[in-house]
């Protein structure tokens, strides 16, 4: 994959989240200003570095080097619901994991 490539994926997944630098930069731990350099000059980051982006997308190397997967509209309250999921804390999601086992459970 060419750097601009590399580039183009990286602002995609971005938009796809709806994310900004500034919050790209959060969720890697990447100065913004290292990753605006990286994406205004379009050069590939190291792989160690791109790892550090992968993680934050919660996606692997594979993934982001592998084919795009078919993306599916979501609806505004599918949104809310990931935007609501994505301020929790680890701890809180599991929580929220066993309390939606329950609920579907309950209706098998």
Do not use: H
Request: glycine share 6%.
């Amino acid at each position: 994959m060419e750097d601009r490539e590399v580039v183009r994926r990286i602002n995609a997944l971005c938009k796809e989240r709806g994310w900004s630098v500034y919050r790209l930069s959060k969720e890697t731990g990447i100065t913004y200003s290292t990753l605006c350099t990286m994406l205004k000059k379009t050069y590939s980051p190291s792989i160690y570095t791109l790892s550090r982006i992968c993680n934050g997308f919660g996606i692997t190397l594979s993934q982001f080097f592998g084919p795009e997967p078919a993306v599916f509209p979501l609806s505004e309250g599918q949104k809310a619901l990931l935007d609501r999921w994505e301020r929790l804390s680890p701890e809180d999601q599991r929580a929220l994991e066993k309390y939606w086992d329950y609920l579907l459970s309950k209706d098998s």
